[in-house]
């Protein structure tokens, strides 16, 4: 039995290897994109452009504290999403070949 990928690169004249390759780098760049978007939200609702300029903000009283805190932590765990789909994205092309 073929697999998907099979099915798929044979009706759009690709190895299987490719089209898993190119699936997986959409979903990658979605994911990116999803991602930043959500961490601009955060930039353009505290006029900062990184979190620990929230928390700095809302030590000194500049940024209510509250929903602030609860960004701050979405935003810290966007940004270590966005570097470990970057991570993955740079060790699966050096694994796929061209």
Known sequence: MASLWDRVGEAVHKTA????????????????????GEILTYVGRYHVTTPEEV???????RIEGHPAWE?????????QYRQQLLIIQTSMELEMPE
């Open 17 to 36: 290897r490719e089209v898993e390759a190119e699936a997986f780098n959409a979903w990658v760049n979605r994911e990116m994109t999803e991602t930043d």
């Open 55 to 61: 928390e700095e903000g809302i030590r000194a009283g």
């Open 71 to 79: 960004d701050l932590i979405d935003w810290v765990n966007l940004n």
